[in-house]
T-cell receptor
């Protein structure tokens, strides 16, 4: 597609339920990122995938959060047993693989999934 | 100390003035620096990136990087009301993986 696609755009769930958020990156982009943005706050890094390398999961806030990327393309972020503090906008971004020894390419963001836990 | 810090806002400037946005970072080995603009309720969009010390100009925008002092700034000349948004500074960590964002500075350009 032309841009990063995220679904659903909005998700309302009850506390304790599991949710899955989907991200379809720009074709040819090997790097994929998940960030979380609470109201009025900056972007909180969650996880980063680069090609076939082991993902950088250092930003995941708890073991209720997990993410996978199948076939080096689509990614799914799963939040188990959701809590009210999980309410936020979840942003996915993709970029080209940086050149060997070179800097990252700029990120292209999707429109985000607004998650509300009631 | 936060990894990426931006000057506290909100920042308000009159139309036509120069808006100056500042950002400092803690990882001395950082290589890539980005400025994103985020309108309320929208996703961030890239406006500038800079990799080398010095200035980089693109239209009304100038990014300035000083690696020795570990700061990067964004100047917006001839500010317009349409520039009113939150500006996010982002820094690539040495590992070349995670991109770390600052908290953002909210800019308001008054007509």
């Amino acid at each position: 597609g032309a841009g990063v696609s995220q679904s659903p755009s909005n998700k309302v769930t009850e506390k304790g339920k599991d949710v899955e958020l989907r991200c379809d990156p720009i074709s040819g982009h090997t790097a994929l990122y998940w960030y979380r943005q609470s109201l009025g706050q900056g972007l909180e890094f969650l996880i980063y995938f680069q090609g076939n390398s082991a993902p950088d999961k250092s930003g995941l806030p708890s073991d209720r959060f997990s993410a996978e990327r199948t076939g080096g393309s689509v990614s799914t972020l799963t939040i188990q047993r959701t809590q009210q503090e999980d309410s936020a906008v979840y942003l996915c971004a993709s970029s080209l693989k940086p050149g060997s020894g070179g800097p990252n390419s700029p990120l292209h963001f999707g429109n985000g999934t607004r998650l509300t836990v009631t | 100390q936060k990894e990426v810090e931006q000057n506290s806002g909100p920042l308000s400037v009159p139309e036509g003035a120069i808006a100056s946005l500042n950002c400092t970072y803690s990882d001395r080995g950082s290589q890539s620096f980005f400025w994103y603009r985020q309108y309320s309720g929208k996703s961030p969009e890239l406006i500038m990136f800079i990799y080398s010390n010095g200035d980089k100009e693109d239209g009304r925008f100038t990014a300035q990087l000083n690696k020795a002092s570990q700061y990067v700034s964004l100047l917006i000349r001839d500010s317009q009301p349409s520039d009113s948004a939150t500006y996010l500074c982002a820094v690539q960590e040495t590992s070349g993986s995670r991109l770390t964002f600052g908290e953002g500075t909210q800019l308001t350009v008054n007509p």
